[in-house]
């Protein structure tokens, strides 16, 4: 009866989340979610401590932590895998990472019932990160890897007939600088939605059964543009 608790702060938006899943396959999960610009760092803590006291669960109980670990913004992706870190090595748990863009294809397929998404979150410096998805019974396929780019140069695989592409995150405020052969293959788009803790920390469950479970110490955050740089360098 694993419980787990996940925080993200990579976006404009602070959550946090924590999942009890009891036998019978039974779950609970309760959650903590605001648009909160520039306060992460104050916001975050309380939000653990509210999680906790509604599921009546104490920090030693965890059997791991999880974070939301990029692309997203540099600042907040430091400050929740800093938090993140710190909870992790103190209860000597595991600590996962979780890809911020998977968590928005998650959100898509639970609460619309996509099953192709495109994820976007607005890079900033004109660029945005981007990955598609594919999601169903047997869980999540990446169907474009993660990446960095311009909008400009979105390019989608084309679905068998009946599917289309749900867009979904902030990276789709920019969909008028992406090729109008792309947006032809968007049936749908959501430029509001932030990642969410609550997705997080269902994929962090995920990957727990597994068996994927790294210590603190191994998990680093995601940033794409650093890679980008440095396979430039390189």
């Known amino acids: 009866?694993?419980?787990?608790?996940?925080?993200?702060?990579?976006?404009?938006?602070?959550?946090?989340?924590?999942?009890?899943?009891?036998?019978?396959?039974?779950?609970?999960?309760?959650?903590?979610?605001?648009?909160?610009?520039?306060e992460h760092t104050r916001r975050l803590l309380p939000m653990v401590d509210e999680v906790l006291a509604e599921a009546g669960v104490?920090?030693?109980?965890?059997?791991?932590?999880?974070?939301?670990?990029g692309p997203g913004s540099f600042t907040g992706l430091r400050i929740a895998a800093g938090t993140a870190q710190g909870l992790a090595y103190g209860l000597d748990r595991p600590l996962l990472g979780v890809s911020t863009l998977e968590t928005l294809a998650l959100h898509a397929h639970r609460r619309h019932g996509q099953t192709h998404s495109v994820t976007a979150m607005d890079?900033?410096?004109?660029?945005?990160?981007?990955?598609?998805?594919?999601?169903?019974?047997?869980?999540i396929e990446a169907l474009l890897p993660e990446a960095v780019m311009a909008p400009q140069a979105l390019q989608l695989p084309s679905l068998q007939a009946g599917n289309e592409w749900y867009g979904i995150g902030s990276g789709w405020a920019l969909a008028e600088s992406m090729p109008v052969t792309t947006l032809a293959l968007v049936s749908q788009r959501n430029a509001t939605k932030e990642p969410a803790a609550e997705e997080m920390v269902l994929l962090a469950a995920r990957d727990y059964a597994q068996g994927i479970r790294p210590m603190a110490h191994e998990s680093q955050p995601i940033y794409l543009r650093d890679q980008v740089a440095w396979q430039k360098g390189a």
């Open 123 to 139: 890079a900033r410096m004109g660029e945005i990160y981007v990955a598609a998805w594919q999601c169903g019974a047997d869980g």
């Open 1 to 38: 009866m694993p419980i787990l608790l996940a925080l993200d702060a990579s976006s404009s938006a602070c959550s946090a989340a924590l999942l009890i899943q009891q036998e019978g396959g039974r779950e609970q999960l309760v959650s903590r979610f605001a648009l909160t610009p520039r």
């Open 58 to 69: 104490a920090l030693a109980q965890l059997d791991a932590v999880a974070y939301g670990r």
